[in-house]
T-cell receptor
Framework: DVKVTQSSRYLVKRTGEKVFLECVQD?????MFWYRQDPGLGLRLIYF???????EKGDIPEGYSVSREKKERFSLILESASTNQTSMYLC???????????FGPGTRLTVT | AQSVTQLDSQVPVFEEAPVELRCNYS??????LFWYVQYPNQGLQLLLK??????LVESINGFEAEFNKSQTSFHLRKPSVHISDTAEYFC???????????FGKGTKLTVNP
């Protein structure tokens, strides 16, 4: 069965902290994605990766970076967290031959 | 650039009533279309998808959607809803050859007893 896991369901951080959100998939998928979800705005793509060490900016990359050192793991990094980064963060993966994306359960991040 | 419009942000209905959640998209090329569902405090799950072939696609829990190329729509319907269908529904589009999905802003379906 397809599985995408995220390291935390809930996270509370202080302004200015460096924050790591981890995502792991067990499907050997090449493509992985990070989205943020805000009420009334839907899902917006932050970054995606189409292979190990490869990344591309999505629609809202400002204030974020990513790391993909291994195929199964894709990390989202907030270098200096700010209150406007309080949101739900969703990770997804897919195989290039399959247009469906598989989502993790999400991490609800609060920055105080 | 592709975009997705979900015309209703909230849809309240009574149990056993029919429902339609509307989705329109814009794209200059051929597309794949999806509906995802998000139950409270969970991630997104694929409900159904249109890739090619029959324009009417169905899910295992009674939802269906019809791809209408001329109207650039992919509306989601169910003839009789249950309380358990209460969730947020997202329409998404992917242009052929693209790795990315573009999502609508979501429609919150609330089924009342």
């Amino acid at each position: 069965d397809v599985k995408v896991t995220q390291s935390s369901r809930y996270l509370v951080k202080r302004t200015g902290e460096k924050v790591f959100l981890e995502c792991v998939q067990d499907m050997d998928h090449e493509n992985m994605f990070w989205y943020r979800q805000d009420p009334g705005l839907g899902l917006r793509l932050i970054y995606f990766s189409y292979d190990v060490k490869m990344k591309e900016k999505g629609d809202i990359p400002e204030g974020y970076s990513v790391s993909r050192e291994k195929k199964e793991r894709f990390s989202l990094i907030l270098e200096s967290a700010s209150t406007n980064q309080t949101s739900m963060y969703l990770c997804a993966s897919r195989s290039p031959g399959d247009y469906e994306q598989y989502f993790g359960p999400g991490t609800r991040l609060t920055v105080t | 650039a592709q975009s997705v419009t979900q015309l209703d942000s909230q849809v309240p209905v009574f149990e056993e009533a029919p429902v339609e959640l509307r989705c329109n998209y814009s794209s200059s090329v051929s597309v794949y279309l999806f509906w995802y569902v998000q139950y409270p405090n969970q991630g997104l799950q694929l409900l159904l998808k249109y890739l090619s072939g029959s324009t009417l696609v169905e899910s295992i829990n009674g939802f269906e959607a019809e791809f209408n190329k001329s109207q650039t729509s992919f509306h989601l319907r169910k003839p009789s809803v249950h309380i358990s269908d209460t969730a947020e529904y997202f329409c998404a589009v992917s242009e052929r050859g693209s790795e990315k999905l573009v999502f609508g802003k979501g429609t919150k379906l609330t089924v009342n007893p």
